[in-house]
């Protein structure tokens, strides 16, 4: 009896376009338009139609480009799965991954279906580990034996992304194995929230340095207050024979080292070069014994991260003022 029902509903779901010919086997295995297979119930050979009850359109099993094909009849209609009938996994497999088109891709994000939820902390660092990559894929043997079709697919070329082996390093909760095939994925998706919050951290920092160079201006202001300044005719006859002047660090921003060049007047009595932070402290006097052009070295261990003024500073005149940066 169920060999009898199943033959009706495989006539009943399936219209082929080759002649129409129906086999059954003795282990009850039916074949429509081909001979029944002793490992399938039922065994199609030919394009089919399924027409589901209530439904405006039907679903369609043929092929394109010669890949077998799973479609509705009409353009931008079917569902796969529903609200409560969901797939637990898609595989959707090509050498260059996973492509989705559409408009959309929607995402659980109800709060009500998630448990043990905190903040997520980026360490801006772990960007500078993630280096971008432009990549051909390497073609896979089994696209090798189908044919020359596929491996002349110009998507194989000109990749960009990331490598999972690197970020399996930095970021190992964006990186999924798959164990049976040995295979390494990305969530890229999951990079999201860490790109935002990255984002939010850099607009905080980059808000603190417009704070700091405010203060830095303030700075400069009363560290040109604070200076004695000569009588205008001692001014005007150290002005005409002063050679006085001092550069931009390098480099600058600096975490281990940077020089500074300067030069001092032979008839200078006294030279140095003082480092102020943004409130206007003095952090150092570094004392110029040389004359002429010279430079010194500043080690960023001596002085915390942050933004400096430093000033070049001759028989009680400044000379010149530079801002400088020790990053961490």
Not at 59 to 84: A, M
């Amino acid at each position: 009896m169920k060999t009898v029902l199943l033959t009706f509903i495989c006539l009943f779901l399936t219209n082929t376009f080759t002649k129409a010919q129906i086999h059954l086997n003795n282990e009850g295995n039916v074949g429509i338009g081909t001979f029944a297979l002793p490992d399938n119930k039922c065994t199609v050979r030919g394009n089919s139609i399924f027409a589901p009850n209530n439904a405006e359109y039907d679903l369609h099993i043929d092929s394109f480009d010669e890949e077998p094909v799973f479609r509705p009849s009409s353009n931008i209609n079917g569902y796969l799965g529903t609200e409560i009938r969901k797939w637990w996994y898609l595989y959707s497999y090509r050498i260059y991954g996973t492509h989705i088109y559409g408009n959309n891709v929607l995402i659980t994000s109800d709060i009500r279906k998630k448990e043990n939820i905190s903040d997520l902390q980026v360490d801006l660092n772990q960007f500078q580990k993630i280096k971008a990559k432009k990549y051909d894929l390497k073609i896979d043997e089994e696209v090798k034996s189908s044919g020359g079709k596929k491996i002349k697919d110009k998507q194989y070329k000109n990749q960009v992304g990331f490598l999972a082996q690197d970020l399996l390093n930095v970021m190992p909760e964006l990186v999924v194995h798959d164990s049976i095939n040995d295979d390494y994925f990305i969530n890229y998706i999951g990079m999201i929230p860490y790109l935002f919050e990255a984002i939010k951290q850099q607009q905080f920092e980059l808000q603190a340095l417009s704070d700091e160079v405010e203060q830095l201006k303030e700075t400069i202001s009363k560290i040109n207050g604070s200076q004695k300044l000569k009588s205008g005719s001692e001014e005007a006859a150290y002005n005409a024979n002063s050679v006085n002047s001092i550069e931009q660090n390098r480099p600058n921003p600096f975490n281990y080292e940077t020089t500074i060049n300067f030069c001092v007047s032979d008839n200078a009595r006294q030279a140095s070069i003082m480092i102020y932070d943004t409130s206007g402290k003095k952090q150092k006097n570094l004392i110029i014994t040389d004359r002429g052009s010279s430079s010194i070295r500043i080690n960023a261990g001596e002085l915390k991260p942050g933004i400096y003024v430093y000033a070049l500073v001759v028989d009680n005149q400044i000379i010149a003022t530079k801002n400088m940066v020790i990053s961490q």
